[in-house]
């Protein structure tokens, strides 16, 4: 009786897991461990955060529409999830190591999250690269040339990333295709078809 | 001579029905962290006349200078480009927001933190000088 329950839950848990059909664009890669130094001046691994299901942003504290823009959307993503948020982590890692020192991510990321949920990442110019690369993140600095006081932009690719507690890169959101909530639906299935909770 | 009189007072007026007429609807600047010295601004600018006008300054009291920007996506790489002129062309609108055309402060002297509130003059070629009060606020 007992061997006919677990079956029966493992079914519905399959069948469960098959009909939910993912709202980020599916993904298969897994990322290679990195070290980069956090808001505190820390260093801190992705292989840190193991048992979370971990969001990745790559942006930059001078970009004045697309990363606030993406860093409401995943302040909104947190809201949503209620009880689950304690499942997630997320990286802003800095394309503008230059500028973007801990203390400003600092201040940048506490504006949308008041509890830690978030991390701003920043390091040498080359451990960034590194890190970008193995996401096939892209980002270039832009001379502005009529305005001394900018000095430069950043193009950038703006997804967000999602990685699982493996540090398995599963789902990918655009800025086309980024809703709050369905991100955060997103996560709940994850976190239950990876068993996560305790 | 009435008929004169007449025609010449008509044609005076033809001038007046053929403007472009200006409104700027919901304007609204995004709250950043107070180390920010950058953010953006957004609104609808409609033309209800009947003839095109184009945005070609900004000024503000939130900031030293202020651009038209728009944010481009391509091969998914999203970028920048300055725009010095935006036309609104006559009985249409053209919408600023996330993602798309929007003003960008630069070298802001006061810290935008929600609820506060922004000076905006936008300047048109044909229709001068409009000003409006824009919220602070998270949004997108």
């Given at each position: 009786m007992k061997k006919l329950i677990t079956l029966l839950s493992v079914l519905i848990f399959v069948t469960l897991s098959l009909s939910?059909?993912?709202?980020?664009?599916?993904?298969?890669?897994?990322?290679?461990?990195?070290?980069?130094?956090?808001?505190?001046?820390?260093?801190?691994?992705?292989?840190?955060?193991?048992?979370?299901?971990?969001?990745?942003?790559?942006?930059?504290?001078?970009?004045?529409?697309?990363?606030?823009?993406?860093?409401?959307?995943?302040?909104?993503?947190?809201?949503?999830?209620?009880?689950?948020?304690?499942y997630v982590k997320v990286l802003f890692i800095s394309v503008d190591p230059e500028r973007d020192t801990p203390e400003k991510l600092k201040e940048y990321v506490k504006f949308y999250d008041k509890d830690g949920t978030i991390i701003g990442l920043t390091g040498k110019p080359e451990e960034i690269k590194k890190v970008a690369k193995s996401f096939r993140a892209f980002y270039e600095k832009v001379p502005v040339k009529d305005n001394p006081d900018v000095e430069y932009l950043m193009d950038h690719t703006a997804f967000i990333y999602l990685l699982d507690n493996r540090g398995i890169l599963k789902l990918i959101y655009t800025p086309r295709k980024d809703n709050p909530k369905r991100i955060a639906e997103d996560i709940i299935q994850m976190v239950k078809l990876l068993k996560m909770e305790k | 001579m009435v008929r004169?009189?007449?025609?010449?007072?008509?044609?005076?007026?033809?001038?007046?029905?053929?403007?472009?007429?200006?409104?700027?609807?919901?304007?609204?600047?995004?709250?950043?962290?107070?180390?920010?010295?950058?953010?953006?601004?957004?609104?609808?600018?409609?033309?209800?006349?009947?003839?095109?006008d184009y945005l070609i300054g900004i000024e503000s009291d939130i900031s030293k200078m202020a651009d038209l920007h728009v944010t481009v996506e391509e091969n998914n790489v999203v970028k920048m480009k300055h725009i010095k002129k935006l036309k609104i062309p006559a009985r249409s609108k053209v919408e600023l927001k996330p993602g798309g055309y929007h003003i960008m402060f630069m070298k802001l002297n006061k810290k935008l933190l929600p609820g506060k509130k922004a000076r905006i003059i936008l300047i048109f070629e044909k229709s001068g000088k409009k000003v409006v009060e824009a919220e602070v606020k998270m949004s997108n």
């Open positions: 939910y059909q993912f709202y980020g664009l599916p993904y298969l890669q897994k990322i290679k461990d990195f070290t980069l130094t956090d808001h505190n001046g820390k260093k801190v691994k992705l292989s840190d955060f193991k048992d979370k299901i971990v969001l990745v942003f790559f942006g930059y504290t001078f970009c004045p529409d697309v990363c606030p823009a993406t860093m409401l959307r995943i302040k909104e993503t947190l809201d949503n999830l209620g009880d689950y948020k304690k | 004169i009189t007449v025609l010449l007072l008509i044609s005076l007026f033809i001038p007046a029905f053929s403007q472009p007429e200006i409104l700027i609807k919901d304007p609204w600047v995004r709250a950043v962290p107070p180390t920010m010295n950058m953010t953006a601004g957004y609104m609808v600018i409609e033309n209800k006349g009947d003839q095109d």
